[in-house]
């Protein structure tokens, strides 16, 4: 089964997340910024990243930015997640190396699925 980061501030939504996904059978890691997510990048290797836009220490696109250039790290898969949804918003986060845009709030459902879609499971 896949290996999952979420890189996620707030707890809530982190463990919506996170259990949403366990329960579909998914090895689910978290980190409550950017930073943190980027040294369990550096030491792991995931096949998904789950990222929030705007976090501290380290915004989801610089997040992006910092992983794209780790060894390794051409097979992963990045999703942002925003609640800024403005084309702009999305534009950039795809610019900057994210295979999929979710704007907040969304359904767990629907997350599950694209996240099935992205891993082809």
């Known amino acids: ?22 329960d579909e059978g998914y090895e689910i890691d978290s980190a409550v910024d950017g930073r943190e997510a980027f040294d369990m990048m550096e030491a792991g290797q995931y096949d998904l990243l789950i990222v929030d836009h ?5 915004t989801g696109l610089e997040l992006i930015n910092a992983v794209k250039d780790l060894p390794g790290r051409e097979q992963l898969q ?40 992205m891993l082809h499971e």
């Not at 084309?87 to 999929?100: I, S, Y």
């Open 1 to 22: 089964m896949s290996r999952i980061l979420v890189a996620e501030d707030e707890a809530v939504l982190r463990m919506l997340i996170t259990d949403s996904l366990e």
């Open 54 to 58: 705007m976090m501290p220490r380290m």
């Open 78 to 117: 990045i999703m942002m997640l925003s609640a800024k949804s403005q084309v702009t918003d999305r534009e950039k986060a795809m610019a900057a190396g994210a295979d999929v845009f979710l704007s907040k709030p969304f359904s767990p459902i629907e997350l599950v699925r694209i996240v099935g879609e």
